[in-house]
C-alpha cells in the first residue's frame, strides 16, 4: 500500500495558476492526478507511468495542464495554467493507476485525502 499525501490547492481566479504536489511513501509505477467536480463523477485528469516516459491528459486539460515527477523525493506534482472555473473540484493524488482505452483508472490502486481547488470568474 502507498501513502499519499497531497498539499498545493487554494482558490485562484481564472487565467491563474496552482502546483498541487503528492508526496508518496514509496516509488510506483503510474502516478496519477483526479478530479471530482460537485454532482459529477471522478475523473482522471493527468497521469505519468513508465518511467517518467509516458504521460496521459484529458482532453478538457491539455496544453494547460503538466504532470511531473520527482523519484528522489517520491513526489509528483500538477502544474495547471490558465485555470477554468470549470477546473474547480477535489484533487486526489493516486497511485498505482493505469491507463486503460482512453480513460485514466486506478480503481485498484492507493488514494490521497485530496486538495480543494477553487476557480472564481
Known amino acids: 500500500q502507498v501513502q499519499l499525501v497531497e498539499s498545493g490547492g487554494g482558490s485562484v481566479q481564472a487565467g491563474g495558476s496552482l502546483r498541487l504536489s503528492c508526496v508518496a511513501s514509496?516509488?510506483?509505477?503510474?502516478m496519477g492526478w483526479f478530479r471530482r467536480a460537485p454532482g459529477k463523477e471522478r475523473e482522471g485528469v493527468a497521469g505519468?507511468?513508465?518511467?517518467?516516459?509516458?504521460?496521459w491528459y484529458a482532453d478538457s486539460v491539455k496544453g494547460r495542464f503538466t504532470i511531473s515527477q520527482d523519484n528522489a523525493k517520491n513526489t509528483v506534482y500538477l502544474q495547471m495554467n490558465s485555470l477554468k472555473p470549470e477546473d474547480t473540484a477535489v484533487y486526489y493524488c493516486?497511485?498505482?493507476?493505469?491507463?486503460?482505452?482512453?480513460?485514466?483508472?486506478?480503481?485498484?490502486?492507493?488514494w490521497g485525502q485530496g486538495t480543494q481547488v477553487t476557480v472564481s470568474s
Open positions: 514509496r516509488y510506483s509505477a503510474c
Open positions: 493516486a497511485a498505482e493507476c493505469a491507463v486503460i482505452g482512453d480513460k485514466l483508472s486506478a480503481d485498484f490502486g492507493d
Open positions: 505519468i507511468y513508465n518511467r517518467l516516459t509516458t504521460t
